[in-house]
């Protein structure tokens, strides 16, 4: 069973460029949750999603970025226009959801992206 | 605000010691913690979960312990290696949060061969 898979590990953009992370949730998981770590700082949560559905994006900035969990495929979150202070590594957790030990949520590698 | 507190902010052991890390939180109305493990620019591996209804959880070498009343957890790392080395990170699901996790901003160990 394959864990959480992020892609890619690192991205660099330049500044109004736009930026696409993506997130492979476990099998099984119907629950993602995406969090920013910024350099020198601890990690934040950005928002939660369950298929098709935002569930919680109040750690989400109100511009520039958006996420997306769609029936099919990985779970997306986009940044546009970057600006350096976007500059931070992005990591996507998920987790099966159903309460107890199943609300264990397992990280992906993280995307570190760099904007120039 | 619900806050998530780890002190020290780093720390140094010879191998073999026992040691103990601390994790506060500021409301004690959580519904579960999680301690996790990040290696130098890796991510996270998840090491224990805790319920509130539990007061430890037990993995190898690991054991958490939970008292809500008092907003505290520890983890207690037995006979460290060079290998425990990483920061370890105490993360909070607080009751009426949609499950988003508050994290601290973690402990350094570093364990001296």
């Known amino acids: 069973n394959a864990g959480v898979m992020q892609n890619p590990r690192h991205l660099v953009r330049r500044r109004g460029q736009e930026a696409r992370l993506r997130c492979s949730p476990m099998k099984g998981h119907s629950h993602v949750y995406w969090y920013r770590q910024l350099p020198e700082e601890g990690l934040k949560f950005m928002v939660y999603?369950?298929?098709?559905?935002?569930?919680?994006e109040s750690g989400m900035p109100k511009e520039r970025f958006s996420a997306e969990f769609p029936k099919e495929g990985p779970s997306i979150l986009r940044i546009q226009q970057v600006v350096r202070g976007d500059s931070a590594a992005y990591f996507c957790?998920?987790?099966?959801?159903?309460?107890?030990?199943?609300?264990?949520?397992?990280f992906g590698p993280g995307t570190r992206l760099t904007v120039l | 605000k619900q806050e998530v507190t780890q002190i020290p902010a780093a720390l140094s052991v010879p191998e073999g010691e026992n040691l103990v890390l601390n994790c506060s939180f500021t409301d004690s109305a959580i519904y579960n913690l999680q301690w996790f493990r990040q290696d130098h620019g890796k991510g996270l591996t998840s090491l224990l979960l805790i319920q509130s209804s539990q007061r430890e959880q037990t993995s190898g070498r690991l054991n958490a312990s939970l008292d809500k009343s008092s907003g505290r957890s520890t983890l207690y790392i037995a006979a460290s290696q060079p290998g425990d080395s990483a920061t370890y990170l105490c993360a909070v699901r607080f009751s009426g949060s949609a499950r988003q996790l508050t994290f601290g901003s973690g402990t350094q160990l570093t364990v001296l061969p």
């Open positions: 999603l369950q298929k098709e559905n935002i569930i919680d």
């Open positions: 957790a998920s987790s099966a959801g159903t309460g107890g030990v199943s609300d264990t949520q397992y």
